[in-house]
């Protein structure tokens, strides 16, 4: 069931449009999310800085990659990385009792608790591993280009 091509491609959708919509709804905020990324107290100044200006962008590739299919596992892989980062962010924020209410995950957009937004990185997470595991390529450009170039290359 976990293996049907149709969820791996459900999951591809849905997570791929969710990291196209925060990074597309974050890119023209790049100074407010760099404040609240300092707001975690996780990063020194400078790397939470070069983090804030790389995040939309990256998030916008890798929700590219994930939709078109290309570099699958790869795309899935870092996609999980960055939700886990999330959520350990937001459970350190949590734990050590910082007043960071609300969550900038999609920038003003749509603006959400931070409590809630933990919960859409476990779901997130959990869609990546899916992703990731499954080894098909059911409507993949990746997959695709990958049966050309083998066609061409022959026996």
């Not at 069931?1 to 491609?9: A, E, F, G, I, K």
């Not at 699958?72 to 886990?84: D, K, T």
Request: charged share 10%; aromatic share 10%.
């Amino acid at each position: 069931m976990l293996s049907h091509p149709y969820l791996t491609l459900g999951s591809r959708i849905f997570l791929g449009g969710v990291f196209i919509f925060a990074g597309m709804a974050k890119q023209p905020y790049i100074a407010t999310l760099i404040g609240e990324i300092n707001q975690y107290h996780i990063l020194p100044r400078s790397l939470a800085t070069a983090y804030g200006y790389v995040l939309p962008p990256l998030e916008i590739a890798l929700g590219a990659f994930l939709i078109l299919g290309i570099f699958l596992r790869a795309s899935a892989s870092v996609s999980g990385l960055m939700v886990l980062s999330f959520a350990i962010a937001k459970c350190y924020a949590l734990a050590r009792g910082l007043d960071i209410e609300m969550c900038s995950c999609f920038g003003p957009a749509v603006p959400l608790l931070s409590v809630h937004s933990l919960a859409i990185d476990f779901v997130l997470l959990a869609l990546a591993l899916q992703i990731a595991f499954h080894r098909g390529q059911f409507l993949s450009l990746g997959g695709w280009l990958s049966h050309r170039i083998k066609s061409r290359q022959g026996p």
